[in-house]
């Protein structure tokens, strides 16, 4: 599902976020992205989205290469994946229901599909309750919730995470990440960055662990 060939990226000023990455998780995994404030762990999860292009190396997703597509065809790449940010980015003067349809929108999917579609992620979020309501009225564990369902109401192939649990307490850290876990179940590639090492070690999963933007596990990190 990833391969990274040698990866490097370098922001204009000469700073070297990343330096000759190279990992290969499969398709249907689920992976942990572990490392120091600034190590590189939200530059790694933006070249995925190509949020980022990478400066050097090569990127594949889905046996795609996508290092030098072109930029009208990074949203049809961008539909197969779902982004979830620490910070929700959800906006708050529009209800739940609406945050969650807004990549069906923007995808230009019909009003009956959108509403099929927010409703069952909705549901399965523990959230069809709320979709009338404010963002601004939900609990961050909520909140963070609606950050999901909106995340995969397109049904990506693949979910990135970047510290989706960096503000919450540890029992709902533990729901977000059993959460992660279902989808993995049915086939949803996964790929989460996150500073939580004791919650990490509770779970089953192969961790990529980052430091000063190498692999400080490269011998271990070939195939998750």
Do not use: C
Not at 99 to 118: K, S
Not at 140 to 145: L, M, P
């Amino acid at each position: 599902m990833i391969r990274f060939t040698n990866i490097s990226k370098r922001y204009p000023g000469g700073y070297e976020a990343l330096s000759n990455i190279s990992f290969h998780m499969e398709k249907g995994a689920m992976a942990f992205l572990t490392g120091h404030s600034g190590a590189g762990k939200s530059t790694l999860l933006k070249l995925v989205a190509l949020i980022e292009r990478s400066t050097r190396g090569q990127l594949f997703l889905d046996d795609q290469n996508v290092s030098r597509i072109s930029k009208r065809r990074i949203p049809y790449i961008r539909r197969k994946i779902g982004f979830i940010f620490q910070e929700h980015h959800l906006l708050f003067d529009r209800t739940v229901f609406d945050n969650v349809a807004l990549p069906l929108v923007i995808a230009g999917y019909r009003y009956q599909d959108i509403g099929r579609r927010v409703r069952a992620a909705l549901d399965k979020l523990g959230l069809l309750n709320k979709e009338r309501l404010y963002p601004i009225t939900l609990s961050g564990g909520e909140q963070q919730r609606v950050g999901i369902a909106r995340a995969v109401v397109n049904k990506p192939m693949l979910l990135l995470a970047d510290e989706p649990t960096g503000n919450l307490d540890p029992e709902l850290s533990r729901e977000i990440m059993a959460l992660f876990s279902l989808f993995n179940d049915v086939g949803v590639s996964v790929l989460i960055a996150s500073h939580d090492i004791p919650l990490i070690q509770e779970l089953d999963y192969p961790v990529l662990s980052l430091e000063q933007g190498r692999l400080a596990n490269p011998a271990g990190s070939t195939d998750t």
